[in-house]
């Protein structure tokens, strides 16, 4: 994130979150007729820089934790779920790789998580594959150990070579401007046709798990971001498909104790703050406000912590924004929905794993299926099934 002088371009948004939820977001560009200045934290003190972040998720507590620890003087805006997600969708899952989160907990003195889970992933036919946990199995040099202790239980061997020349894709992407300018230009579906994966390996098993891990239909997805995900999320180290659960609601288990924390060292939290519009300084061209629906918040610098299509919609309606070149950029992105469902079975039915990933029954995106029973501390005596299943959508 781009802090660290006195006074910023609005250009340090934060794009954690390419994924959106459908909340209503009507009325951005009501103004109204008076305003009250907030000087954020009492009194203004010129050696703290005012930072105010806008949205409460990951990417929001995230800054305002680094932030506020390196004594800036941080507000965060939510806008008006008490700083959370009252269906509590979004990240339940952790991966490996991500150790930021894991010593985060860890600092913070929390144990949310699971335990590492095994999981599996069907077609229309069935159990495809097993994933064990890999850390426990010996290791081996990345990527060969995530492909020889996965469990293949359907997919013939002639099927499964085909994957190879991915690999060695894998292996040449290093995440640098040239590796991405030779891969953007490729959908990740010519890429896997290019490869000459089988078609079998692609319907029944290796399409569906870059669906859900990319959120996206593979003919309108970059192959560098393919590469990058798989990078990162799968075989760079063996281990890195493992996951971890929440053993319950992410807001309650996390994010209150976090904000309570970032409270105590003077971070502000104010909810029900949808924010509508941004004023510049004339003179140096820089923000100055947040301008919220009856109220403006100073600020050295603005962090945008939500998804795309509320960066989007705020830029349709923000006077400030809706000429500025960087912004304006933003409208060509596309978005995708995600539909997730909680079902209650009124009997206890047998899941093998508590996680999983499936292909499409038709020609829609892949989807996944999770055990609530095993998951979450609260479920586990039920005397009914609880599934939560997640289908990813188009792109808008
Ligand atoms: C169903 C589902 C399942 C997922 N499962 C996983 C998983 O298992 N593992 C994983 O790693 N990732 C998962 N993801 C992705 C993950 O949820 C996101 O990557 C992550 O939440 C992004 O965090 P964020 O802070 O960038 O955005 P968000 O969590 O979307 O937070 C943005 C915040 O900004 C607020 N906001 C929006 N507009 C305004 C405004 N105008 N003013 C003030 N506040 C505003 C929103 O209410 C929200 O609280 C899942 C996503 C979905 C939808």
């Known amino acids: 994130m781009l802090l660290g002088c006195c006074r910023f371009p609005l250009t340090s948004y934060v794009f954690a979150n390419t994924r959106c939820r459908d909340k209503s977001r009507s009325g951005l560009s009501r103004k109204a007729a008076t305003r009250q200045i907030h000087a954020n934290n009492g009194e203004y003190n010129n050696n703290e820089k005012k930072v105010v972040i806008v949205g409460s998720g990951w990417a929001g507590l995230g800054a305002a934790y680094h932030l506020c620890n390196q004594g800036f003087d941080v507000t965060v805006l939510g806008d008006g779920y008490d700083f959370g997600d009252p ?54 040099p990345a990527p060969l150990g995530t492909l020889f202790y996965t469990q293949f239980n359907r997919l013939p061997l ?4 085909t994957s190879v020349p991915l ?17 953007d230009s490729v959908t990740t579906r010519e890429l896997l046709k290019q490869s000459g994966f089988s078609e079998r390996l692609y ?37 890195d498909l493992d996951m971890v659960w929440c053993r319950g609601s992410v807001k309650e288990r996390i994010f209150n104790p976090w904000i309570e924390l970032m409270s105590s060292k003077g971070c502000q939290f104010v909810d ?13 061209g820089c923000i100055s406000d947040v301008v919220c629906d009856n109220e403006t918040y100073k ?31 933003v409208l060509n992105l596309a978005a995708s929905d995600l539909v997730s469902t909680k079902l209650w079975l009124d009997k206890k039915i047998k899941i093998p794993f508590a996680r999983n990933v499936c292909s499409s029954f038709d020609d829609s995106s892949g989807w996944t299926f999770f055990n609530l029973n ?16 997640d289908f990813v959508s188009i792109m808008l």
């Open 299 to 329: 600020a050295d610098a603005v962090i945008l912590a939500v998804g795309i299509s509320t960066v989007q919609e705020l830029t349709k309606n923000s006077a400030a924004l809706n000429t500025r070149e960087e912004f304006l950029k």
């Open 87 to 140: 269906d509590d969708v979004g990240i339940h899952g952790f991966w490996y790789p991500y150790k930021n989160i894991f010593s985060l907990v860890d600092e913070l003195g929390m144990k949310p998580f699971t335990n590492w889970l095994q999981s599996a992933q069907y077609s229309k036919e069935g159990l495809e594959v097993e994933f064990p946990v890999l850390q426990d199995r010996p290791q081996l």
């Open 158 to 161: 002639a099927d499964r070579l």
């Open 167 to 183: 690999m060695a894709a894998v292996i040449d992407f290093d995440n640098t401007d040239m590796a991405w300018r030779k891969y």
């Open 374 to 389: 095993e998951l979450f501390d609260e479920h586990r005596n039920s005397p009914v099934t609880i599934v939560q299943a």
């Open 272 to 284: 029900s703050k949808k924010v509508i519009d941004f004023s510049f300084d004339e003179e140096t």
């Open 203 to 239: 319907q029944d098993v290796f399409g569906s798990l870059l669906q859900v891990g990319l959120c996206a239909p593979l003919e309108q997805c970059s192959a560098a971001a393919a590469l990058g995900m798989l990078q990162f999320m799968a075989i760079s180290h063996q281990g």
